[in-house]
């Protein structure tokens, strides 16, 4: 476990490369501190001219010497800003990249743990406040420098004046941190209240559809409301504290200036100082007062960024799926695609979703997943991607265990149709062509015909180029699946897993489908989820799944034959059906 | 790019109405005490403590502390008023312009929300709204600021010494010029920084929302890729604004050194010739100090410009149509008694015709099904009874009356809808079954899950009922998912149901229940089916058979199966 304290740390190991610029940085900032320091000194060699006689060409040489400290100064503070900024921006690239990146790379079940809004959010605000630390991390060296400094330079001018400006500006410091103090816990709240306003607002834009099907409109504009109502109430509140304290916060910070002004003014009056010496330490003040605030502030950006950074690394502390492994070992000799054996599996470690699975999908067969919805079909799917990490048992992939090797191998053999599809708001071409790699237009409209989608993508305004929209808003239901279909025909990977391609389709259009991938599939071993026994009994070997284990296994014919659980699926589908021989047709690999 | 330049300037005054005027006397009570009660005043008495120094006068000490004291006691007790009086105003005016936005938001039609991206729309809500407490609670007040305290400043200059004022206000003139210049090209980088911004944001939500089918199909690289390519142009953009911002933070302290260090050998050298003062030096230097603040007004004018581009945005989001609903108090009713009457209905989403001349009746208590290739309109005609589109052309009924004799609420509350893909709130599966009647009973809730023979797999979840279901129903099988979104719209109880492709997912035993609950909905219920799967419409009284935008075959599925109709080559095809 990380403390809480080293979580920006390990951000700032992402600008290793770039701490040349940090220690720009730094230097310039050790020279701001001799010059700031120096400038007091040579306004006051300047105004105490007035009280020599005949001090013209000292006059000069202190000009001159002001001259040169002030163009001195101007250098310095470009640079410093220049290289704290190139650092910062550098830094943050490559944190800002190595998060996605490494967001891309997890698991899916670390991955499903986070709502997508806050992810982003993660990668947005949490960046930003890391942000606004790092260019402001060299203050750390030059403000408590300036203030040593100050003190030194201070003493050395009266140390009488000078116990009285601390004094009274500490006290002042501490009076107001005190006063301010309290706001901090308001905000906690707002950003409860803000995040319920939002979530609102979310639900709004995206179920849309519903909102409106369901009249949930004055319901959600009533919700917004009260949410809306709380959070003035709360701001006003956060107002009226701030009036409290923003009226110490002003006599705060004048108050001390007037006291010091005026004892100042009185040495001076007393003669136990020069006018000179009077103003350069009015110009110090400014280094005197101004680090403790500055500080102050830091620290509550450092808290703030230490905050996001433990969000942040929270994330890039989840492993990322394992690619170190054995690369999938191609010329392993064998028969066998796919097999699970003894594999159990849970999502959440509570309730088994899969027990005691065994099966083998030969090389060029077909084996279907039929069932009950919700009996782990689609889970199984997923389990031959390497999603997850079974709890029990082994999982072969010709003949390799799959949680033995490279991943990124183990998925270029495997080809899948999703059960929800998912559409890219891209081009419908790129859409496609996502399925491989560098794919030409031909080979991409080629996959389309094989899915049947060719004649409707040619009739789109824009034909292949035609822009979809988010989640696909402006396809039908059947139009997304066969993209979809296409891109993974695309793809053309031995080993193809197919979670219901055709539900949303026409039987016309499924049969040509499934005709155009009965030649397609003539080598390629398929593991296809389908409720439409149409879609699968033509099948090599039928899985029955029913609460998680296989129930019923054999083909189309044995199953029918005795009194199983498919039979009865089977004919529920069927029941009325006039034409028992109507039964016969197409397979994949007849 | 183009009509960025020629957006409306919207002035984001004018959301406050009644709330303007306690606002402006606020900001500007607030920031003239600021300025005058306390800056100003305090180099006043820098003045009158150097010259009682020198001078050696008593009286002059005493007179400064008094006058510094009273403005110093004026200032607390005032300006809290005056804060108290803006900022009340300014957080009134923004609840109102949320609750505005958010209520049009909801106003708005369906092809608002398909033709956006759901991103764009709630960044419009929520940091573009943000943008304009931004320019209430700080843009116009530094503004304010910075005009009392560098007017007042100069001012004063004037007339404590004018010689060492007009050096300044040169100085300063030429500082300011400067200073908009660069501010001019600072506003320029930062738009574009934000526009990168949100262009890597969105390639952002690219890598988290497709990535089951991301890793499948190995894009990984080229997705993070294109977000890298993002990122990079985002930091390329980043470092034209910090070398710019390290530009104007150097020519800052050069233009303020000059000024400044000018004033201060000029003065020396005034006081040697005996033509000046000290105490009025010191004065000079501080109120020239005040002057330097003027320099940020580029800077702040430029941030301000920026602002409007968000101001912008959300006013055209105001100005967005709202879902527009022809009511009319004239009752049409039709010939026949229907439940839904579509009659030569033509609509089309752009310019290619989708439904042409379309007519479909259901009595009540009758059901239909619609069934046709993919693509040839079914959804559309559910979403078309629903009130989403406006029709081309041709009429639609429902209940005896013309859609347009209803309001769009009255309308909808007549339809139960489950749409082709369902969305499911991210909360527990109770509320989204309720969200189909709110005021059900959670014995209602669990009647509606029966009915959709969703219960048993809901108590088999850890929490029952009170099971979070995830972003977008996450945690459920699709057949799952597609149970809740029946139960939600049983739970509503409307005397229409439409049904589009309700059972798609669902295992031939699960359909079958439903469809026992259907068949018995259908008695005191009008069904609209829409199925590929042709077994589980047989039931319905009417078949359409639907292509080209045209019904071509219509009837019972005995009355079809008994000709060479297409439907019942489609029924063998798929029985085969
Ligand atoms: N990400 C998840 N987290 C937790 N539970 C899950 C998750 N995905 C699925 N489940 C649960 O696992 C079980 C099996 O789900 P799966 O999606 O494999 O079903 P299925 O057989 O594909 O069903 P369907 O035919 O309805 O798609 C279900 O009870 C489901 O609620
Ligand atoms: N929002 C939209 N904008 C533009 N065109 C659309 C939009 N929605 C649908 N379309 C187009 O309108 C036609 C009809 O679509 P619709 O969704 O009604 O088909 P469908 O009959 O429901 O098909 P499916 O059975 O595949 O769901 C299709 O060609 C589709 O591409
Ligand atoms: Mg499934
Ligand atoms: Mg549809």
Request: with cysteine.
């Amino acid at each position: 476990m990380n403390k809480r304290g080293n979580q920006i740390i390990s951000i700032l190991s992402f600008g290793k490369s770039y701490k040349m610029w940090l220690f720009t940085c730094i230097l310039f900032s050790l020279l701001d501190v001799a010059v700031n320091i120096l400038i007091p000194y040579a306004g006051k060699k300047i105004v105490d001219i007035i009280s020599i006689e005949n001090g013209n060409e000292e006059f000069l040489t202190s000009v001159w010497f002001m001259v040169t400290l002030l163009l001195m100064g101007t250098i310095n503070i470009f640079f410093r800003k220049l290289s704290i900024s190139r650092f910062t921006e550098y830094t943050i690239r490559n944190l800002r990249n190595n998060l996605t990146s490494h967001i891309q790379k997890l698991p899916f079940n670390s991955f499903k743990k986070h709502h997508s809004g806050d992810l982003a959010s993660r990668s947005n605000t949490d960046i930003d406040l890391i942000t606004t630390l790092l260019t402001q991390i060299s203050d750390f060296i030059y403000e408590p420098l300036i203030f040593i400094c100050a003190v030194i330079y201070g003493l050395i001018l009266n140390w009488k004046l000078l116990l009285v400006t601390v004094i009274v500006l500490g006290l002042a410091t501490v009076l107001n941190n005190f006063a301010t103090k309290p706001i901090s816990k308001f905000s906690s709240k707002l950003q409860k209240e803000f995040g319920r306003a939002n979530s609102l607002i979310q639900d709004t834009v995206k179920g849309n559809y519903i909102v409106k099907s369901f009249n949930l409109k004055k319901v959600l504009q009533n919700n917004y409301q009260s949410s809306q109502t709380s959070l003035y109430n709360l701001e006003m509140q956060i107002v009226k504290r701030r009036l409290f304290t923003l009226t110490i916060t002003t006599f705060l910070l004048t108050f001390p200036l007037v006291v010091i002004n005026l004892y100042g003014g009185s040495l001076t009056f007393a003669g136990e100082m020069t006018i000179g010496e009077f103003t350069a330490f009015i110009a110090i003040i400014a280094y005197l007062g101004h680090p403790v605030i500055r500080l102050i502030t830091l620290v509550s950006n450092m808290k703030a960024a230490n905050g996001a950074a433990e969000r942040i690394n929270e994330i890039l502390n989840y492993k990322i799926e394992e690619t170190s492994k054995d690369k999938y070992i191609t010329n392993k000799e064998t028969d066998i695609a796919v097999a699970f054996e003894n594999v159990s599996f849970s999502y959440d470690d509570k309730t088994t979703v899969l027990t005691d699975i065994n099966f083998k999908l030969p090389k060029n067969k077909t084996v279907a997943l039929v069932g009950v919805s919700g009996g782990g079909k689609s889970t199984i799917l997923n389990l031959v991607c390497g999603f997850y990490n079974i709890t029990n048992g082994k999982i072969k992939v010709f003949g390799n265990e799959i949680n033995k090797i490279d991943l990124k191998t183990l998925r270029a053999q495997i080809s899948m149709v999703t059960q929800d599809t998912h559409i890219y708001p891209t081009t419908v071409a790129k859409n496609i062509g996502y399925g491989k790699k560098n794919s030409t237009r031909e080979e991409i409209i080629n996959a389309a015909k094989i899915s049947n989608a060719h004649e409707f993508i040619v009739n789109l305004s824009d034909g292949y180029d035609t822009i979809l929209t988010e989640s696909g808003s402006n396809l039908s239901g059947g139009q997304k699946q066969r993209i979809t279909i296409a891109r993974a025909i695309l793809k053309d990977a031995p080993i193809l897993l197919l979670d219901e391609p055709t539900s949303a389709l026409d039987n016309n259009s499924e049969k040509l489908i499934d005709e155009a991938l009965k030649k397609f599939t003539k080598n390629k071993s398929v593991l296809v989820v389908a409720h439409r026994f149409s879609t699968i009994k033509n099948a090599d070997e039928i899985l029955l799944l029913n609460n998680g284990q296989i129930a019923e296994r054999g083909n189309h014919d044995e199953l029918i034959e005795s009194d199983t659980l498919y039979r009865k699926l089977y004919l529920k589908q069927y029941k009325e059906s006039e034409n028992n021989n109507l039964f016969e047709g197409m397979s994949y690999n007849a | 790019m183009l009509n960025r330049r020629n957006r409306n300037i919207y002035n984001p005054l004018g959301f406050m109405e009644k709330n303007f005027l306690p606002y402006i006397i606020g900001i500007i009570g607030e920031n003239a005490i600021q300025a005058f009660c306390v800056n100003i005043v305090l180099a006043v008495l820098m003045k009158d403590i150097f010259n009682a120094a020198v001078e050696f006068n008593r009286s002059l000490l005493i007179r400064a502390v008094i006058i510094a004291l009273s403005s110093l006691m004026i200032a607390l007790a005032l300006k809290p008023i005056f804060t108290y009086m803006y900022s009340k105003a300014a957080k009134k005016t923004m609840k109102k312009i949320r609750l505005k936005a958010y209520n049009h938001m909801t106003e708005l039609p369906v092809s608002y929300f398909e033709r956006e991206h759901s991103g764009d729309t709630m960044s419009r809500l929520t940091n573009d709204i943000k943008v304009i407490e931004d320019i209430y609670n700080v843009q116009i007040k530094r503004i304010c600021f910075i005009l009392f305290l560098g007017v007042g400043s100069t001012a004063l200059m004037f007339i404590y010494e004018w010689k060492l004022a007009l050096f300044a206000v040169i100085v300063e003139i030429l500082s300011v010029f400067i200073s908009v210049r660069i501010a001019k090209r600072m506003r320029k980088i930062s738009d574009r920084v934000q526009i990168k911004k949100s262009k890597t944001n969105e390639k952002f939500l690219d890598v988290v929302v497709g990535f089951k089918t991301t890793k499948i199909f190995q894009i990984e690289d080229e997705i993070v890729d294109d977000y890298k390519e993002q990122s990079d142009n985002l930091t390329k953009q980043i470092k034209k604004r910090d070398n710019l911002n390290a530009l104007i933070n150097a020519a800052g302290l050069f233009f303020y050194s000059a000024k400044s260090t000018g004033i201060l050998i000029l003065g020396i050298y005034m006081i040697m010739k005996n033509s000046a003062d000290i105490g009025t030096l010191v004065a000079i230097f501080n109120l020239q100090n005040n002057m330097g603040v003027l320099f940020n007004l580029g800077d702040i004018l430029g941030k301000l410009q920026n602002s409007m581009a968000g101001v912008g945005r959300v006013a055209n989001l105001l100005d967005e149509k709202t879902e527009s609903h022809k009511f009319d108090d004239l009752v049409k009713k039709t010939p026949n008694d229907s439940m839904i009457k579509l009659k030569d209905v033509v609509f089309s989403y752009d310019d290619k015709k989708v439904l042409d001349n379309l007519s479909i009746t259901a009595k009540k208590g009758e059901s239909i099904a619609l069934v046709g290739k993919s693509g040839c309109g079914k959804s559309t005609i559910a979403k078309l009874l629903l009130g989403f589109y406006e029709l081309k052309d041709g009429d639609i009924f429902i209940d005896n009356k013309s859609v347009y004799n209803y309001s769009l609420e009255e309308l909808r509350n007549k339809l139960a809808y489950v749409p082709q893909n369902p969305y499911l709130f991210d909360g527990t599966i109770k509320d989204n079954i309720r969200y189909g009647h709110l005021n059900s009973t959670d014995e209602e809730i669990i009647s509606s899950a029966k009915m959709a023979n969703a219960h048993d797999f809901i108590m088999e979840q850890e929490n029952g009922y009170d099971t979070l279901i995830g972003e977008e129903g996450a945690k459920l099988s699709g057949g799952q998912k597609q149970r809740i979104a029946i139960a939600r719209a049983i739970n509503k109880g409307s005397s229409i149901l439409l049904l589009d492709e309700a059972t798609s997912a669902l295992d031939s035993e699960a359909e079958e229940k439903i469809q026992q609950t259907i068949d018995r909905l259908m008695k005191s219920n009008t069904v609209l089916i829409i199925a590929h799967r042709l077994a589980t419409i047989k039931n319905v009284d009417k078949i359409y058979v639907i292509d080209d935008g045209k019904v071509v075959e219509c009837g019972s599925h005995e009355q079809l199966m008994l000709n060479e109709s297409l439907y019942s080559k489609l029924y063998k095809t798929q029985c085969s």
